[in-house]
């Protein structure tokens, strides 16, 4: 039982922080809309919250996979995540606007650090014979995550009104970062006679040679010309960016030199456009046809994430003879569903729709994870995932961005765009076909 207490205690993490994270979108949708009253206000923080992912999930893996104790870099992630959002909490309605879209921005650049991040660290805490399993797992905790998080977020904005809901989301957030920093310290790779980490080039071992000497001289006895404290930061600086420089290169080259997993990447993020125009879609969706903002992003997410869930349990126990590559596309057209039947404006189409977009959205997931520990090499496997997580969430952003003024000028329009986009991710890019072999889906 010790043996999987840090699987089950990152497991554990991971879901935590997940809710906190599906609980902060739509809190901040609320937040902003029941401060401003305006949609298009409303979509733009939570896309601000979102886009920067784009910087921020390819740096962050790149450091991942030079960490040493990659636990402390994403409790320290989660911490800084969780503080953002109460400074946009803040700032909204006390300073202007931009300052609150400022401040989302720079939150944002720590979001990957809740999906891909986690989902990385899975291969120093299973066990042999455990990883598809935990993998699996790994994936139901984003479904279970959807299913609370929007529920929360509704529910508490409706209770206690949409800052408390933001407030709880962060709270979350920062719980999970004890269960992060526990994750195991890992051995890192010895490259060229030192460890394979980032910044530890030739600068920093002559430094901590004249550092150890303590004189003046170097660990030969040579007399060392001391730098000015600027030269110096300069040169340490040098060294942490170009091996950074060079694992995000090589982390970037990994997704779009494989086209299998670049064909899987571009499509989850088309789909995440589509995603992002709905989301931005469910306040007013809520308002005309359930009663309420709050309690149509509750009831109408939720759906979705019910759906998911399910959809992923049946696949552990009855898995289709379909590659994870095909499962991929399947989703994507599955998702067309929601907006689609969301034109009707009547409330039973409109869950229905909703319903069928989880079917698609769960196994999207879980088949693509399968894809990216399927292309991933093993020594870029936390960039590969972070990167494809981040991209996922730019593009959430920016469908989010997109649809929020033009559903204020007309929801149906806004919701025929998004049933185009989420149809445009089903089409198969050209390219090298996926392996002909059934592969059970897993994350």
Not at 38 to 66: I, N, R, W
Not at 385 to 414: E, I
């Amino acid at each position: 039982m010790l043996k999987r207490y840090p699987l089950l205690l990152c497991l554990a993490g991971a879901l935590v922080a997940r809710v906190g994270d599906e609980a902060a979108g739509p809190a901040l949708l609320l937040a902003g809309f029941a401060r401003t009253g305006s949609t298009t206000e409303a979509s733009a923080l939570l896309a601000a919250v979102s886009v920067s992912a784009a910087l921020g999930g390819p740096v962050l893996g790149a450091l991942l996979d030079g960490a040493a104790r990659p636990g402390r870099l994403l409790a320290g992630a989660l911490a800084l995540y969780a503080t953002g959002l109460v400074l946009v909490l803040a700032e909204l309605g006390r300073l202007p606007f931009a300052a609150a879209l400022v401040t989302a921005l720079l939150a944002g650049l720590l979001g990957p650090a809740l999906a891909g991040g986690w989902s990385a660290q899975l291969s120093q805490v299973a066990m042999a014979g455990q990883a598809p399993r935990a993998r699996a797992l790994d994936a139901m905790t984003f479904g279970a995550a959807a299913l609370a998080g929007p529920a929360l977020a509704g529910g508490t904005a409706d209770l206690l009104g949409a800052s408390a809901a933001v407030a709880l989301s962060a709270g979350l957030i920062a719980a999970a970062a004890p269960a992060a920093r526990a994750l195991p310290i890992r051995a890192l790779p010895i490259r060229g006679g030192r460890a394979g980490g980032l910044g530890t080039g030739r600068g920093q071992r002559a430094t901590a040679g004249a550092m150890r000497a303590g004189d003046g001289t170097d660990t030969h006895g040579r007399t060392l010309r001391t730098p000015s404290s600027l030269s110096s930061s300069l040169s340490s600086l040098r060294n942490a960016l170009v091996p950074l420089g060079g694992a995000l290169a090589a982390g970037t080259l990994a997704v779009l030199g494989k086209p299998l997993l670049a064909r899987a990447t571009l499509t989850s993020v088309v789909s995440s456009v589509a995603q992002g125009m709905l989301t931005a879609c469910v306040p007013l969706l809520g308002e005309q046809a359930l009663g309420g903002a709050g309690r149509g992003a509750a009831l109408l997410l939720s759906c979705t994430a019910v759906s998911a869930l399910v959809a992923n349990a049946l696949l552990m126990r009855f898995p289709l003879p379909l590659p994870p590559d095909s499962l991929v596309r399947i989703g994507a057209l599955a998702q067309a569903a929601a907006p689609a039947l969301a034109l009707t404006g009547r409330p039973a189409p409109l869950t229905i729709g909703f319903l069928l977009a989880g079917l698609g959205e769960g196994p999207q997931l879980t088949a693509l994870f399968a894809v990216r520990h399927r292309e991933a090499p093993d020594g870029l496997r936390s960039q590969v995932f972070t990167t494809g997580a981040s991209l996922k969430v730019t593009g959430f952003a920016l469908g989010a961005a997109a649809a929020g003024p033009l559903a204020t000028r007309s929801l149906p329009a806004a919701l025929a765009a998004a049933t185009a986009t989420a149809l445009l991710a089903a089409v198969r890019p050209p390219g090298r076909t996926a392996p002909a072999t059934r592969t059970r889906p897993r994350n």
